[in-house]
């Protein structure tokens, strides 16, 4: 059973920088290298909404608005990923989930907190 461990949230203001990381635990050190892994969140009212993800040989993917702002990484051997937010925005304010996508099948994290205010 693949679990998905998110933390790192918390209070920023504009234009700071946080690091959310996303731990794996249930998946063979082969596999998770196998494993696309990405960051969705979720506003007050609204619905969730892709992030950024990272598939097996390392390509990467992000929305548009935080493109040049926010990067993922993945460590294979500590099977965590991480996603380094700069530059934040009030309208980042959400909650941030870690998914995993492996052999058809779609993991979630329970989520972390990330909330830009002055």
């Known amino acids: 059973q693949v679990q998905l461990v998110e933390s ?3 209070l920023v203001q504009p234009g700071g920088s946080l690091r959310l990381s ?3 635990s249930g998946a ?3 596999d998770f290298s196998a494993y696309t892994m990405g960051w969705y969140r979720q506003a007050p009212g609204k619905q969730r ?3 950024a993800n990272i598939i097996e040989r390392g390509a990467t993917n992000y929305k548009d608005s935080v493109k040049g702002r926010f990067a993922i990484a993945r460590d294979n051997a500590k ?3 991480y996603l380094q937010m700069n530059n934040v925005k009030p309208e980042d304010s959400a909650l ?3 998914n ?3 052999r058809y099948k779609d993991t979630w994290g329970q989520g972390t907190q990330v909330t830009v205010s002055p």
């Open 8 to 10: 790192g949230g918390g």
């Open 49 to 51: 909404e892709f992030v």
């Open 96 to 98: 941030y989930f870690c």
């Open 79 to 81: 099977k965590t990923i």
């Open 28 to 30: 063979s050190g082969s």
């Open 100 to 102: 995993s996508f492996y």
């Open 22 to 24: 996303c731990v794996v």
